[in-house]
């Protein structure tokens, strides 16, 4: 299977910029998504990177490095709205075809 | 548009119990899955299909069947449940496969006891 990090837990402050880190085995990576989560909610479409580089969506962006087995989602101007689980979730291409596998999330808290 | 829903939303069982659980989608995808979430495991597919009248075992199939007689509905159900099946469940669609993106339903907080 596909191993996948992320830090569990994060805090940072209102107006801030925190950095979410996701690391996994590049052996058969084909793509990796973000996915927010708030609290009893459902997952929800953040981003999507398959060629190295950062892709930016007004506060959010998201980077990969292939052959680093890194990305990471970049938050800006932190609000408290942002207190969610964010997920990692990547693509490998097995002999049964691409399998999408997601990391067990970080969650980040804004304070004030 | 209603997009991916999901009923019920709360259930609670006795071990041995049987259920099922519906998913629904109007936005003509033609993926649809099944997931569950425990505390410290992340998502894990149970079973997914890739177009009306196919189904296929995910990650951790044991103890559920599913069926997709049409193609905006997922049923999933549980024959037997048992107390290791207490969790959240996710239903989830997308146009085509794993490249793109999925929209989940709001989840059914199952517990068994």
């Known amino acids: 299977g596909q191993n996948i990090d992320q830090p569990t837990e994060m805090t940072a402050t209102e107006g801030a910029i925190v950095q979410i880190n996701c690391t996994y085995q590049t052996s058969g990576f084909n793509g990796l998504f973000w996915y927010q989560q708030h609290a009893g909610e459902a997952p929800t479409f953040l981003s999507y990177n398959v060629l190295d580089g950062l892709e930016e969506k007004g506060r959010f962006s998201s980077f990969l490095s292939r052959s680093k087995g890194y990305s990471y989602l970049l938050l800006k101007e932190l609000q408290m709205k942002d207190s969610a689980s964010y997920l990692c979730a990547v693509i490998w291409v097995t002999g049964g075809g691409n399998k999408l596998t997601f990391g067990t999330g970080t969650q980040l808290k804004v304070e004030l | 548009n209603a997009g991916v829903t999901q009923t019920p939303k709360f259930r609670v069982l006795k071990t041995g119990q049987s259920m099922t659980l519906l998913c629904a989608q109007d936005?003509?995808?033609?993926?649809m899955y099944w997931y569950r979430q425990d505390p410290g495991m992340g998502l894990r597919l149970i079973h997914y299909?890739?177009?009306?009248?196919?189904?296929a075992k995910g990650e951790v199939p044991d103890g559920y069947n599913v069926s997709r007689l049409k193609k905006q509905n997922f049923l999933l159900g549980l024959e037997s449940a048992a107390p290791s099946q207490t969790s959240v469940y996710f239903c989830a669609s997308s146009y085509r496969g794993t490249g793109n993106e999925q929209f989940f339903g709001p989840g059914t907080r199952l517990t068994v006891l």
């Open positions: 936005m003509n995808h033609e993926y």
């Open positions: 299909s890739v177009g009306e009248g196919t189904t």
